[in-house]
């Protein structure tokens, strides 16, 4: 756990923040290159970019907010907006972000479902780097195991002073008892963190296969991340420790929404599929 890199005076370096900053920008170049191929002028796909960042950002944190309303407080404003410390929600930003990508083709005039075999692929890939930084961060931990490959995260300080408040797997197994106070270690936990980046990787590396070499219909690589990440959102949803929250017996909302990502993905796989929208000529990704 490394939450805090770099301390100059009042400048703070946070990994979690460096994270999401390094996929974006890995993000946007790799999206840049690709869109020249397809025949978009790339400047779109960075302006895009930036819009689609801050959007995605505020997007997560509503939902953030929302679902964990006890960890903000007025007395502490800051604490609001403080997005660099972690708490953000990622399904939360795909719904603005949606709507701003349907209003960036139709201005532009550009072929929908072309945009997004070019964008998809780097949404995972991007992800990745954010689970990166949640890892470095201690935050979206999992539950307690015994397995050869569990961590457990120090009483450390997230500002590097001794009256900060430790991580929060540590935090959590002290406020439950689970540990004494004064213990230096949390109790070993799944990296669920690092579970979602494999999964994440996995994603995009099979979009980005099947774009290049299968490209069943045009808008393919959508759906199958909806399918695909529905899917393993929802399994590592299983193996969370830091009680996300649920409605439904035995389901987090989070899984709920997960399994909704995936129908929603084999609906538009079978009307995408059916339509059969034309390819113009192959696109060479």
């Known amino acids: 756990m490394l939450?805090?890199?770099?301390?100059?005076?009042?400048?703070?370096?946070?990994?979690y923040g460096l994270m999401i900053a390094l996929g974006f920008l890995l993000a946007v170049y790799l999206t840049r290159r690709?869109?020249?191929?397809?025949?978009?002028?790339?400047?779109?796909?960075?302006?895009?970019?930036f819009w689609l960042l801050l959007?995605?950002?505020?997007?997560?944190?509503?939902?953030?907010?929302?679902?964990?309303p006890a960890g903000y407080s007025w007395s502490n404003p800051l604490g609001w907006i403080a997005v660099w410390e972690g708490g953000l929600v990622?399904?939360?930003a795909l719904p603005p972000c949606i709507v701003y990508c349907v209003y960036v083709v139709r201005r532009n005039k550009i072929r929908a479902w072309v945009f997004a075999d070019v964008v998809t692929p780097y949404i995972p890939l991007g992800h990745a780097f954010g689970r990166v930084g949640c890892f470095l961060n201690g935050c979206c931990y999992g539950e307690q195991c015994d397995l050869p490959w569990a961590v457990s995260f120090p009483r450390v300080p997230h500002d590097l002073s001794e009256a900060a408040v430790g991580s929060p797997p540590y935090l959590h197994h002290v406020h439950e008892g689970l540990i004494p106070p004064d213990a230096q270690w949390s109790l070993p936990?799944?990296?669920?963190?690092?579970?979602?980046?494999?999964?994440?990787?996995?994603?995009?590396?099979?979009?980005?296969?099947?774009?290049?070499?299968?490209?069943?219909?045009?808008?393919?690589?959508?759906?199958?991340?909806?399918?695909?990440?529905?899917?393993?959102?929802?399994?590592?949803?299983?193996?969370?420790?830091?009680?996300?929250?649920?409605?439904?017996?035995?389901?987090?909302?989070?899984?709920?929404?997960?399994?909704?990502?995936?129908?929603?993905?084999?609906?538009?796989?079978?009307?995408?599929?059916?339509?059969?929208l034309p390819h113009g000529k192959p696109q060479p990704f």
């Open 189 to 276: 936990i799944h990296p669920t963190q690092l579970y979602s980046v494999i999964g994440l990787l996995a994603i995009f590396t099979i979009i980005i296969v099947l774009r290049k070499r299968w490209r069943p219909f045009t808008g393919f690589t959508f759906t199958f991340y909806l399918m695909l990440y529905g899917t393993m959102r929802f399994g590592v949803e299983f193996l969370r420790g830091d009680g996300n929250p649920g409605h439904v017996p035995g389901l987090s909302d989070m899984q709920l929404i997960s399994l909704g990502m995936v129908l929603t993905g084999v609906v538009m796989t079978y009307i995408l599929r059916r339509l059969d």
């Open 55 to 68: 959007l995605g950002i505020i997007g997560a944190r509503i939902f953030h907010i929302i679902w964990y």
């Open 90 to 92: 990622f399904l939360g």
């Open 3 to 15: 939450p805090t890199l770099l301390k100059l005076g009042p400048i703070t370096l946070h990994s």
């Open 34 to 49: 690709d869109a020249a191929k397809v025949g978009i002028d790339p400047d779109i796909m960075s302006d895009t970019g």
